[in-house]
Structures are given as C-alpha cells and as structure tokens.
C-alpha cells in the first residue's frame, strides 16, 4: 500500500497493491496495520455505498461539523469518478484548496479524506458505485452542504449542468457557514 502526497495538506491518494493473474486479483482496499505503517491514524467505524445511474450526477460538497467531523477513505468500485476534497480547515496553509482525483475499479486509487475537508464528486460514466468508510457516524444535525460551484473555492468539476440531489441543489456558499471540526 503506498500513500501519495496531494498539494493538500493531510489529504492523501492510497494506492493499494492489487495481486492479479490470469484468474482476477485480490488487494486489501483498508489495513489498520499498513495504515500505521504508512503514519496514518485512522479509526474507521462505518461503510456506506452509494449508485449513482447516469453521468453527470454530482453529490457534495459535504461535510460533517464538531462533534462528528468525519474523515472518509473513498474508493470507486463501478464506473469513473472525479473524486474532489476541499480543504475547509481556517488555520490550514492549504484552506479552501482542493484536489481532484479519477477513481476508476480499474486504477484501485482511493482518496483519505480528512477531518475538515468538504468531499464531492461527479460521475464520468453511466452506474457508478461508490464505497467510503467513515471514522465517525453520520449525524444529521451535523451534516453540512457547500454550494459545488462556489467561486470563492473554484472546483473545476469538468462538467455543465450537473444533476443535483434537492439538497445539494439549495447548498450555500461557503461564506454563510460556520463551520467547526473540532
């Protein structure tokens, strides 16, 4: 398992090593013990896995507030993604960049997203599936939305008129949120 630096800080891309032969492969998609090895202390305590049918659709930019902020581990298990953290962190060097990266089965990449980041992504193929643990539960209460195309963060999603969920279609600006990770 390698750990990719990314220009932002604490966000890293995790490359499993995927064992293949004429019969498939096998990777370990999440290791406690290499995440240790590779300096990341990570507690990840919930799966969730979403379709989405169409290219074009776009879920995020989400986050979680104090005191469930939530770091993800993401991986795309059917389709393409681009795959997009936003660092929302006020102290951080790297505040209010963002990294995108392709997830495709095919490339095994994941993306660790940490505590304070927003997350999103939008589909680059028809029947995407997407799989992230979590290293805290879901709270409603604690659920945040960014506008996905707020210019004060700038995301080049690569796409026009994204298919947006009622939620992420009503998402405000980053300037109207207060937003605690701690």
Known sequence: MNKIETPLKDCYVIEPNVI???RGW???SYSKKKFEELDLDYD???DNHSFSSQVGILRGIHCQVA???QAKLVRCTRGKILDVAVDLRTESPTYKQWFAVELTPENAKQLLVPR???HGFVTLSDDCEVQYKTDNFYNFESDRSIQFD???IG???GIENPMLSEKDS?????SKHVLEFE
């Open 20 to 22: 293949g032969d004429s």
């Open 26 to 28: 096998f990777m370990e």
């Open 44 to 46: 990840f305590i919930q």
């Open 67 to 69: 005191p469930y902020a």
């Open 116 to 118: 304070g980041f927003g």
């Open 150 to 152: 707020d210019p004060e």
């Open 155 to 157: 995301v080049m999603w």
């Open 170 to 174: 009503k998402a405000l600006p980053l």
